[in-house]
T-cell receptor, first 108, second 112 residues
Framework: GEDVEQSLFLSVREGDSSVINCTYT??????LYWYKQEPGAGLQLLTY?????DMKQDQRLTVLLNKKDKHLSLRIADTQTGDSAIYFC????????FGAGTILRVKS | DTEVTQTPKHLVMGMTNKKSLKCEQH?????MYWYKQKAKKPPELMFV???????INESVPSRFSPECPNSSLLNLHLHALQPEDSALYLC???????????FGPGTRLTVL
């Protein structure tokens, strides 16, 4: 089956950059997603990248994809307290398979 | 309208009750999904409807019964649930089966 792994916890200071990492096993994945989930809420789609791209930037968010190492990362520039949440990477392989989620805590 | 709505927000039911969860979107999306999310875990896919037809059932117990009355509505009928079915139930939709999915806020279900 599809394995998607994420580090479980990241703590950063307000104003710093955050980098959340994700690794996966299936190299035939086409679309790769990042979702944000705040307490008691549903998942909010942040951004996604197609597998033929290396990088995608959207305001404070930068997604990097290293297909050779099967590694996906999400960089959040100038991290704010409102960015505190759980971040899920999702890999498309006939269905959306999520990693376990990374808890981001932003200290003011 | 660019959101997925779900009702109710919270639901408490006994093991002998019958209840339904509702999901609605008016984005013209043709694929709709039910996910189950336990605390501190990622969402797990339960069902997929594509063009109002059930296309994926992830071996979900028959006490969960999905229904797609039209392209904008998705229901999940619940009957004879167990306490371990308590979870956040998320609905999602996408333009097509291969497009990005947009999630609703979820229904927090507690089975007593």
């Amino acid at each position: 089956g599809e394995d998607v792994e994420q580090s479980l916890f990241l703590s950063v200071r307000e104003g710093d950059s955050s980098v959340i990492n994700c690794t996966y096993t299936d190299s035939s994945s086409t679309y790769l997603y990042w979702y944000k989930q705040e307490p008691g809420a549903g998942l909010q789609l942040l951004t996604y990248i197609f597998s033929n791209m290396d990088m995608k930037q959207d305001q404070r968010l930068t997604v990097l994809l290293n297909k050779k190492d099967k590694h996906l990362s999400l960089r959040i520039a100038d991290t704010q307290t409102g960015d505190s949440a759980i971040y899920f990477c999702g890999i498309w392989r006939n269905k959306l398979v999520f990693g376990a989620g990374t808890i981001l805590r932003v200290k003011s | 309208d660019t959101e997925v709505t779900q009702t109710p927000k919270h639901l408490v039911m006994g093991m002998t009750n019958k209840k339904s969860l509702k999901c609605e979107q008016h984005m013209g999306h043709r694929a709709m999904y039910w996910y189950k999310q336990k605390a501190k875990k990622p969402p797990e896919l339960m069902f997929v409807y594509s063009y109002e037809k059930l296309s994926i059932n992830e071996s979900v117990p028959s006490r969960f019964s999905p229904e797609c009355p039209n392209s904008s509505l998705l229901n999940l009928h619940l009957h004879a649930l167990q306490p371990e079915d308590s979870a956040l139930y998320l609905c999602a939709s996408s333009l097509g089966s291969y497009n990005e999915q947009f999630f609703g806020p979820g229904t927090r279900l507690t089975v007593l």
